[in-house]
């Protein structure tokens, strides 16, 4: 099946950083999402996108749409140590998931 | 509240045993979704199913079978499990019309 290039799989920072990854793709899609998981439980939706350049955030979170529909970011800000988790970036009807980012923050 | 549900969080199981993954929603929706959870892997889709007795092949349909007799549950079967479907299982659901998926908890299960 199609899959997504998720990047990078792991990070280690420390608390009150900044944390940035990203998504591609070699196809074309509608929709990014961006769930995150944590320890023991099922993923949960953070963002949704819907457009090219969509720009969105929610809290310290922000996450865009690329321009070319076939990536997406998301950015985390001031990191707090909830933030641990790991974060899964998805798109289209069916769903594909990326490999997932692991979040870990020193506090 | 919305809520989905796994039948357990851990199970232990033998080679060749047949296994039964149940899930449910109380949520009305349509579609459900069965994915297994592997490092370094991501979530990879094994059976989807868009309404009751409807279902469709995932990614990594092979040694699973999936069963949608009412709306609400939708159940993943391993007819005889091998040790290679050691791994979390994930269910979700979703309305037909629209884009986020809503998770379980998840089932951990090992196959010795």
């Known amino acids: 099946g199609q899959q997504l290039n998720q990047s990078p799989q792991s990070m280690f920072i420390q608390e009150g950083e900044d944390v940035s990854m990203n998504c591609t793709s070699s196809s074309i899609f509608n929709t990014w999402l961006w769930y995150k998981q944590d320890p023991g439980e099922g993923p949960v939706l953070l963002i949704a996108?819907?457009?090219?350049?969509e720009l969105t955030s929610n809290g310290r979170l922000t996450a865009q749409f690329g321009i070319t529909r076939k990536d997406s970011f998301l950015n985390i800000s001031a990191s707090i140590p909830s933030d641990v988790g790991i974060y899964f970036c998805a798109r289209g009807q069916k769903l594909v998931f990326g490999q997932g980012t692991r979040l870990t923050i020193n506090p | 509240d919305v809520k989905v549900t796994q039948s357990s969080r851990y199970l232990v199981k033998r080679t060749g045993e047949k296994v039964f993954l149940e899930c449910v929603q109380d949520?009305?929706?349509?579609?459900m979704f069965w994915y297994r959870q592997d490092p370094g892997l991501g979530l990879r889709l094994i059976y989807f199913?868009?309404?009751?007795?409807?279902?469709e092949k995932g990614d990594i349909p092979e040694g699973y079978s999936v069963s949608r007799e009412k709306k609400e549950r939708f159940s993943l079967i391993l007819e005889s499990a091998s040790t290679n479907q050691t791994s979390m299982y994930l269910c979700?659901?979703?309305?037909?019309?629209?884009?986020?998926?809503?998770f379980g908890p998840g089932t951990r299960l090992t196959v010795l």
């Open positions: 949520m009305d929706h349509e579609n």
């Open positions: 979700a659901s979703r309305k037909r019309t629209g884009s986020e998926q809503f």
């Open positions: 199913s868009y309404d009751v007795k409807m279902k």
């Open positions: 996108l819907y457009k090219a350049g």
